[in-house]
């Protein structure tokens, strides 16, 4: 029997049929990620998933192809109560805390492959944020990073979202399949200090832009969300409708866990 992926049997460009999944709690690095990766995995023809998720304990993630060994000091964090995963996407460290996570799977193929998927979904964050008042950009110059060049927010690359030439949020992209993932971090407050503390790195990082910091007072995670929401509801047309795991999703996830990310 021949497969059917989840960029078989679409044009490109046809209008995805989206479904919202909101996590009610915040999960471990190891099922966030393979709750990500099953979602990609099983993706089903001419559908796209926006999940939204946050992190319980919180965790450092690494890109799938950066150098951790013997770099992080393993005992420190246990003692500051972080987990380590690493993530099928690729990229650099980065510290899950008060932030809160979005995840897209979509056909390859549904806009036009991944380099305009990166740059349409960029583009969506952008006006969510700039509905919430944060004068957010693309980042359109500067060097492109190596998975060795140190913690993600070091520095900006081109076609990521800035606030005054500081980086307010990290993406990263793998293809699974037929699919493509597209997952990243929106810091809601605080910095990335731990990242380069806990791998004894030089005190240079630059910290992260944050929304607290641009609105100027504390703000619910669930206005930004939102706000994420209804702006990529127009950046990625399609019908869009709230949703939960189905469940071989949540099993796939289960092994996923035991098999990979656990």
Not at 83 to 100: I, K, M
Request: charged residues 25%.
């Amino acid at each position: 029997m021949t497969e059917v992926r989840a960029s078989d049997e679409m044009e490109v460009g046809e209008p995805l049929r989206w479904r919202v999944v909101a996590d009610r709690a915040p999960t471990s690095g190891a099922l966030n990620m393979a709750l990500d990766h099953a979602l990609a995995e099983l993706l089903r023809p001419g559908t796209g998933v926006l999940r939204l998720y946050s992190w319980a304990p919180h965790a450092i993630s690494f890109g799938r192809n950066e150098p951790t060994e013997g770099l992080y000091d393993l005992e420190a964090a246990r003692r500051e109560g972080l987990t380590f995963v690493r993530r099928p996407t690729g990229g650099r460290a980065l510290l899950h805390a008060f932030e809160f996570t979005y995840a897209l799977s979509m056909p390859v193929r549904a806009l036009r492959g991944v380099r305009a998927a990166y740059a349409r979904v960029n583009d969506g964050l952008v006006a969510g944020l700039r509905a919430l008042g944060i004068p957010a950009e693309i980042c359109r110059d500067g060097p492109v990073l190596t998975p060795d060049a140190g913690p993600c927010f070091r520095g900006p690359a081109p076609g990521e979202i800035v606030v005054g030439g500081r980086k307010l949020v990290g993406s990263a992209q793998v293809r699974i399949g037929g699919a493509l993932l597209q997952h990243g971090s929106i810091i809601l407050r605080g910095d990335q200090s731990a990242v380069a503390r806990l791998s004894g790195a030089s005190g240079d990082v630059e910290p992260p832009a944050t929304v607290e910091d641009e609105l100027g007072a504390s703000t619910d995670p669930a206005r930004v969300a939102a706000a994420v929401v209804d702006a990529l509801r127009l950046a990625l047309v399609g019908r869009w409708t709230e949703g939960d795991y189905r469940p071989e999703e949540k099993r796939r996830a289960g092994e996923l866990v035991d098999a990979r990310y656990g």
